[in-house]
């Protein structure tokens, strides 16, 4: 008997060291993770002098000019937080209104040149944005494009579209075939079924989808660059007003990095039981049809 509680008391000494193990390593690697996020966030506080001082400051009397700087000042950056707002949703919701359609089409319809259109819209994803630009630019410059929403909006559109389907693709392909088949026989017609029957079970992988979308455009700089301009500057572009040749103003552009950033982190805080949900309910499914 006491041999057998010894043996428990190790064992669950070992599994107590496994456990605090683990949650070390995963301090350590939030810890790498949360820094550079977490340095931006004090220098977003600090003086341009604090931000040079040698060594680093971690104590420091704080100030709110910087955001007041890019909030209200001269170099604002609001206007360019609503176009990258704008640009962003605009392409989110002409991504998903394609991209469901097209991704059911892929997984469950049966038609010629299926495969040859799959890999077309795979190798879209493989072109490198780099050689796109020229095209791109005299397209829009032909058409009027350059500096608008609608010209930026499309093109994010173009590079959007091609990872939403392929991501949609894998939940259509984990609803059971059966349940489409039973509404069929019920005189359901193709688009009631998807509707009504495929839709809902598919809801976290759109969910998770859209925001993957949103991010991806959230975040995109080189198309911004080229083919925005003055009327139309996302943020990711605009944060580079706080770069020149004479200096770099470090705080005001962590300051504008915070705000940028605002919008994901809300969204990513807000979605997360979503994104978790549609992450999993592929495994799951998939697992259980392989048992």
Do not use: C
């Not at 640009?87 to 469950?108: D, I, N």
């Not at 397209?139 to 494009?145: A, D, N, P, Y």
């Not at 959007?160 to 949609?168: G, I």
């Not at 984990?174 to 688009?191: H, K």
Request: proline share 5%; glycine share 8%; net charge positive.
């Amino acid at each position: 008997m006491a041999k057998r509680g010894r043996q428990l008391s190790t064992s669950t000494s070992r599994s107590a060291a496994r456990h605090i193990a683990l949650y070390a390593i995963a301090g350590v690697g939030l810890a790498v993770w949360a820094f550079p996020v977490l340095w931006g966030l004090l220098t977003s506080f600090k003086t341009e002098r604090d931000v040079l001082a040698y060594p680093p400051k971690f104590i420091f009397e704080p100030t709110l000019a910087n955001y007041r700087e890019v909030i209200f000042g001269a170099s604002s950056i609001m206007p360019n937080i609503w176009s990258s707002i704008v640009v962003a949703s605009g392409a989110t919701v002409l991504t998903m209104l394609f991209a469901v359609p097209a991704a059911y089409a892929l997984a469950r319809l049966r038609y010629p040149a299926k495969r040859a259109s799959g890999f077309y819209v795979l190798a879209t994803q493989m072109l490198p944005p780099v050689g796109l630009i020229i095209p791109y630019y005299l397209v829009l410059q032909k058409i009027g494009g350059l500096d608008s929403y609608s010209g930026l909006t499309v093109i994010y559109l173009t590079f959007s579209l091609p990872f939403a389907v392929w991501l949609m693709v894998s939940y259509f392909e984990d609803v059971p075939l059966e349940m489409e088949e039973a509404a069929l026989l019920d005189r359901a017609g193709r688009l009631r079924a998807l509707w009504y029957v495929i839709l809902p079970q598919v809801r976290g992988g759109m969910a998770v989808t859209t925001i993957f979308v949103f991010l991806n455009a959230w975040n995109e700089f080189l198309f911004a660059v080229v083919l925005g301009g003055n009327r139309v500057r996302p943020v990711t572009v605009a944060m580079f007003n706080f770069i020149s040749v004479e200096q770099t103003q470090w705080a005001k552009l962590a300051a504008a990095a915070m705000l940028a950033m605002a919008p994901v982190i809300v969204i990513g805080l807000v979605a997360q039981r979503h994104i978790v949900k549609g992450l999993t309910v592929g495994a799951v499914k998939g697992g259980g049809r392989r048992a």
